[in-house]
């Protein structure tokens, strides 16, 4: 998740997690999350996270039952994974940032743990091809990052994850899009507030349980004082608004009707919703928006931020991308197909919106697979020319074979994450245009190719 220049009407934004708002020309992308470079073991290899992951295991769920109190900000509960085994293991190690557990339990026997952050590291005798679970049993206050992490400001807690390791600031985890599993998680916000979270709700004997596979371990929940909306002009996702308590503004209300062409737009592309329900929760404070499966956070109501975040269900959400030398395309599908259709709706062509954006950046920018800082994440190779790369590609292979490959890759991909490579893979596949000559100029140079 993250901050992010995007751009429409040569607009910047600041995304997170998956992000975008509609901002002043000439706004910057803020500072990178704190502690996403930092050292540590080897890992999953992420160019900008190395750290992050943990080779040895596949994760099948995770179970959290959690209490957070929003007012001081501190969590507690128990957290379990259930994973199998790839290899022999001696040892197991975790992610994580946070207060040290009370305890953990490997197969339901405590074990000593060596915690020195970001891992925490686990005794095991495992054969291969064995499952085992983990349970940590959590009381602490994580540390509120600045725009990353776990987030208590007054009597509100969110979470926001733009790169692997930033969910591990407050939960013991594997951190890596490498690693989909099943995420099922129940909070207990306390009298007077209210959780919501990423995944499909579901409510028993008062307690509402949130789940769904992500091809990611980008989780995101808040809780606060929300008041909730149903969007009565879309049947299916069933679509629940969550706003802090009081009158909602007008511009909110707007979108409600505005959703439903949305998502008809976005599916003609991307194919059928990929989530039973979708919650929208409006948090106070956030610089931008944040995606999750099933669960989008914003901090403003434009319609480009809506439309973008909406393809990141898609995007990001069902279909997760493998590094952070991907996010040009984690980024720059959605923001293509928000300013498609912002454009459709006042019934112009994309074509002058998108040369202003090209203008914006011309000649040259940083190749967007070329990733070695956090700033990298969030800047004008990704948000800007990540979506003109997407464009030109629509315009070498024509409507009917662009939209077969984008419906192919979120059928055969669901509840996975796709390298660019996988991409061009199934691109190629409905077209004999050399679909690596059309994106490689754009997302392996430094020089811009011809406006398409």
């Given at each position: 998740m993250r901050l992010v220049p995007?751009?429409?009407?040569?607009?910047?934004?600041?995304?997170?997690?998956?992000?975008?708002?509609?901002?002043?020309?000439?706004?910057?992308?803020?500072?990178?999350?704190?502690?996403?470079?930092?050292?540590?073991?080897?890992?999953?290899?992420?160019?900008?996270?190395?750290?992050?992951?943990?080779?040895?295991?596949d994760v099948i769920r995770y179970d959290w039952r959690?209490?957070?109190?929003?007012?001081?900000?501190?969590?507690?509960?128990?957290?379990?994974?259930?994973?199998?085994?790839?290899?022999?293991?001696?040892?197991?190690?975790?992610?994580y940032a946070g207060p040290t557990p009370e305890a953990v339990f490997v197969d339901g026997v405590k074990v000593e743990f060596d915690y020195s952050s970001p891992k925490l590291e686990l005794p095991a005798d495992i054969e291969a091809g064995n499952g085992f679970t983990v349970e940590a049993l959590l009381n602490g206050t994580p540390a509120s990052g600045s725009g990353f992490g776990w987030i208590h400001r007054g009597d509100l807690v969110y979470t926001v994850a733009l790169l692997p390791g930033d969910t591990a600031s407050w939960v013991p985890l594997n951190d890596t899009p490498k690693d989909p599993a099943v995420f099922s998680v129940m909070v207990d916000a306390g009298a007077g507030s209210v959780a919501v979270a990423s995944g499909t709700p579901a409510t028993s004997n008062g307690e509402t349980t949130w789940e769904t596979p992500m091809a990611v371990s980008e989780f995101g929940m808040a809780v606060g004082d929300f008041e909730q909306r149903r969007v009565v002009s879309v049947s299916r996702p069933q679509i629940t608004?969550?706003?802090?308590?009081?009158?909602?503004?007008?511009?909110?209300?707007?979108?409600?009707?505005?959703?439903?062409?949305?998502?008809?737009?976005?599916?003609?592309?991307?194919?059928?919703?990929?989530f039973p329900t979708l919650g929208v929760t409006k948090l106070d404070g956030l610089p931008g928006a944040n995606s999750t499966p099933g669960q989008i956070f914003l901090g403003v109501f434009g319609r480009l931020t809506v439309a973008h975040e909406l393809a990141h269900q898609w995007i990001g959400g069902s279909v997760g991308t493998e590094s952070s030398r991907d996010s040009w395309l984690r980024e720059g599908l959605p923001e293509y197909l928000a300013v498609s259709w912002v454009a459709e709706q006042e019934e112009v062509s994309p074509e002058g919106r998108l040369r202003s954006m090209y203008e914006r950046i011309a000649p040259s920018t940083r190749a967007p697979r070329d990733v070695d800082d956090p700033g990298d994440r969030s800047d004008d190779a990704i948000f800007v020319r990540g979506p003109l790369a997407v464009y030109a590609l629509h315009v070498a292979l024509g409507d009917e074979s662009f939209r077969a490959g984008l419906a192919q890759l979120t059928a055969e991909y669901e509840g996975r994450s796709i390298s660019t490579e996988n991409f061009i893979d199934v691109m190629q596949a409905q077209t004999e245009v050399d679909v690596s000559a059309v994106m490689s100029p754009w997302i392996d140079d430094e020089e811009l190719p011809p406006f398409p």
């Open positions: 995007i751009s429409s009407l040569l607009l910047a934004g600041l995304l997170i997690a998956c992000a975008g708002s509609e901002t002043e020309p000439n706004e910057q992308p803020t500072a990178a999350p704190e502690g996403s470079t930092a050292p540590g073991p080897v890992g999953a290899g992420d160019p900008l996270v190395p750290w992050a992951g943990n080779p040895g295991y959690l209490s957070v109190d929003p007012s001081s900000g501190e969590l507690s509960g128990t957290a379990v994974l259930t994973a199998t085994a790839l290899e022999n293991l001696d040892s197991i190690s975790l992610d608004m969550w706003t802090p308590a009081g009158p909602v503004p007008p511009n909110e209300e707007a979108i409600d009707d505005q959703i439903g062409g949305m998502l008809s737009y976005l599916e003609s592309f991307l194919g059928p919703f990929p």
